[in-house]
């Protein structure tokens, strides 16, 4: 009965934005023919005739990527599992780069060659002066990743997309942010660090490295060309993404901020980060042996596997957060699909539930070091105080939508009423797959949720639409 109400919505939904979407590319047709008139005799001139057939001919994919990941003797050999969550060997281009050969032993070795992304050895950088008290000359090495993986002449290339060996990648929400931009122009696109101090002391103008950053092609041609001449005016400089970001500032080029990429300059418990995602789709993650595992119970690399499951059933929709009401209780449900379900027991406003929750230990200990650049909020240290939350089980699909079950996963002894969410236990969500449009890619809304009537006390079930042109997203009485 109640799926059956969710999915005719669905379809209302699906209908009405179907005739925007016409009336939409309608309008940017007419727009682009204007404006094609009007702009055409400019310097670009030139690019904008020769690539105007390709232009419309196919949509930025996984094959328009080429990969430059950063790695050393000493960490491939544990980081290359991070690399293989994320790296489809037919289907990427690109190099880990590591400063010489190693050799595994034969049973280390076992089906590598065949889930990751080729080694290449790094050009011999000694003559280039590094005067950095503290640092290590290998940023030196790992800076010029970005030239070496341009100068492997690959074809059909439209971006050059760079990370550590602990970055791990979301590949269609990468390729979905990616085709946001037109890559004949210069763009040099990814995300600083959520560290207040991080960011004083660098740069908020940089590109961390280690969120993953992207550089298009016609950037990336002139930036390796100029690369080894600009970098010997910043010896003095410490890491890697500190003098690419020099030399894209000597070229003219800002920075184009994309918050689906995580640096993720935190310790331990990244819970309230994740299940507070910015409405963009998640590009990347980082420093994730810095982290506990995402999911209790589990390793760090299972709890990672967990979350790529349920990426592959939805995968614009991993951690995108949607918030409801039960009015019956005043119950604040906040879910972030694929990962967690939170249930307060009491009407939490929207933006308060947008933030995000200090459940993390700050990178650095200094007084300074606990301080993070975007809207937070307090941790509840004590469980039985804290609101309980329900973490992935499993996900499955049929014709009837996405099914993604919440369960406890830990256990706390707390004494709690009938009127509180503790004596849930389970969590049943229902939702269609999150189709990233033009529209939801440059200006995206959250969705709505409802929470559906209860068929057992101990379960909760709720299911995610888009929502209604004026509708609000709080608790109604
Ligand atoms: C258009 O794309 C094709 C391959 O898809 C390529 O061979 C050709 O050179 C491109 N043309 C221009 C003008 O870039
Ligand atoms: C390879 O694996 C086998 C069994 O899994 C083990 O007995 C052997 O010692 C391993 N060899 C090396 C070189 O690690
Ligand atoms: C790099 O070059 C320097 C001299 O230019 C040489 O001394 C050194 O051995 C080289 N390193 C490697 C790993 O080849
Ligand atoms: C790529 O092309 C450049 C310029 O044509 C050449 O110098 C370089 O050796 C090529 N690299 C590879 C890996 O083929
Ligand atoms: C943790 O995982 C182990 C093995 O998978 C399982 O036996 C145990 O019950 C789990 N503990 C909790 C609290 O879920
Ligand atoms: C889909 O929904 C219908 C109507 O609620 C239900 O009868 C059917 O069993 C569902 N199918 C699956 C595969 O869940």
Known sequence: MQIFHFTNKTQYYSTNKFINLIIISCFSLIIYFICSIFLAPNNHFHTSISLQNNLSSSQTNLDHVVFGIASNELSWSKRKEY????????????????????????????GDEYSLPQICISENTSNFRYTHKGGTPSAIRVAR??????????????????????????????????????????????TN?????????????????GAGFAISYPLAK??????????????????????????????????????????????????GMLAAHPIRPLVSMHHIEEIDPIFPN??????????????SFDPHRILQQTVCYDTWFSWTVSLSWGYAVQVFDKHVLLPNVQRVQESYAPWKSSHLGGLYDFDTRKYEPDPCQRQPVYFLDKVSSSINGTESIYKKKTFEKCKFDMSSPRRLEKIRVLSNKLVLDKQQLLAPRRHCCDVLPSTSSNVMEIAIRECKEDELIHMQH
Not at 158 to 180: C, H
């Open 83 to 110: 690399v293989k969550l994320w790296w489809k060997p037919k289907r990427m281009r690109g190099c880990v780069f590591l400063e010489k050969m190693i050799h595994f032993s034969s049973n280390d070795t076992n």
């Open 193 to 209: 660090s959520e560290s207040f101090m991080q960011n004083k002391f660098f740069s908020y103008e940089m590109a961390f490295g």
């Open 145 to 190: 990743v970005v030239l070496e993986t341009v100068r492997l002449n690959y074809t059909n290339v439209r971006w050059f997309v760079f990370g550590d060996d602990d970055t791990i990648f979301f590949q269609e929400n990468l390729v979905k942010t990616l085709s946001k931009y037109d890559h004949r122009f210069w763009y040099y696109i990814g």
């Open 222 to 271: 002139v930036l390796a060309k100029v690369f080894d001449s600009c970098i010997e005016r910043y010896p003095h400089l410490y890491g890697s993404d500190g003098r690419i970001h020099a030399c894209l500032s000597e070229l003219g080029v800002g920075l184009t901020r994309e918050p689906g990429f995580h640096q993720m300059d935190f310790h331990k418990n990244v819970f």
């Open 298 to 311: 589990m390793t760090t690399v299972k709890a990672l596997e967990h979350l790529y499951n349920a990426a």
